[in-house]
């Protein structure tokens, strides 16, 4: 079938409507529905077809579960990322990582110099923003960070994906930086490297920290032309 206006249409209407959901309802989706969109990730693409990916899906008590688990493990241990973490954002880097986070702490009454709350809002990424699913995504060792790349274009298609079923979305490097926590719970191998996680559901449109929508920079910043 030849591809029309009208494809990608959607496609940008998908893309610009996505956003992060930090707050979800406490309803499951249903499985059939959670099948749907893991259906459509299987069409990522992926350095010679690899498909590096493997996820693990939470619902239900196993969510619950992981949670409290999850919270009582990161009070007693530092956290180990498989893939390093930036060292630094510096520069305009570091301008959107902070406009990113004045947003957030801005939509939820959090003043510059609460500490307090600073850290309670940075617990929410271990309580899943009350989402009733979590994925946890992991690549092959012996990949690198090529694998790692192919999981990220696993996760934007997730992601569109989740928009377009009317779901809500968090993806979670967060998640990544107690990456041993996660291989013991769920019984993985030494040889399978947590990417990333991803908290997802219905989204709760009227709470607060879910009104604000970050800025994307323009494409003269982004793309050099070359054409002599």
């Not at 997730?158 to 990456?179: I, V």
């Not at 013991?184 to 989204?203: A, I, M, N, Q, T």
Request: hydrophobic share 35%; net charge negative; proline share 6%.
């Amino acid at each position: 079938m030849a591809p029309t206006a009208t494809d990608f249409a959607t496609l940008q209407r998908l893309a610009d409507e996505r956003w992060t959901c930090r707050q979800f309802r406490p309803e499951q989706v249903e499985r059939a529905t959670i099948e749907q969109l893991l259906s459509l990730t299987r069409r990522t693409p992926s350095w010679c077809n690899t498909q590096p990916w493997q996820v693990v899906v939470t619902e239900g008590e196993g969510t619950v579960r992981l949670r409290k688990e999850l919270l009582t493990y990161i009070q007693s241990h530092g956290t180990a990322p498989d893939f390093e973490f930036p060292g630094e954002y510096a520069g305009v880097y570091k301008d959107r990582r902070r406009e990113c986070g004045f947003q957030l702490y801005d939509s939820v009454g959090i003043v510059k110099g609460d500490h307090e709350n600073t850290m309670r809002q940075m617990v929410r990424n271990f309580e899943f923003f009350d989402a009733p699913h979590v994925a946890v995504v992991t690549s092959e060792a012996d990949l690198g960070v090529y694998g790692a790349v192919d999981c990220g274009l696993w996760l934007e298609n997730f992601l569109l994906g989740a928009q377009a079923l009317g779901l809500g979305a968090a993806p979670q490097a967060a998640l990544a930086s107690y990456s041993p926590f996660f291989r013991e719970y769920f019984g993985l191998p030494d040889h399978r490297k947590v990417v990333f996680g991803v908290s997802f559901g219905y989204p709760d449109p009227e709470h607060p920290v879910n009104t604000f929508r970050t800025t994307r920079a323009p494409l003269d910043d982004q793309v050099t032309w070359h054409t002599a």
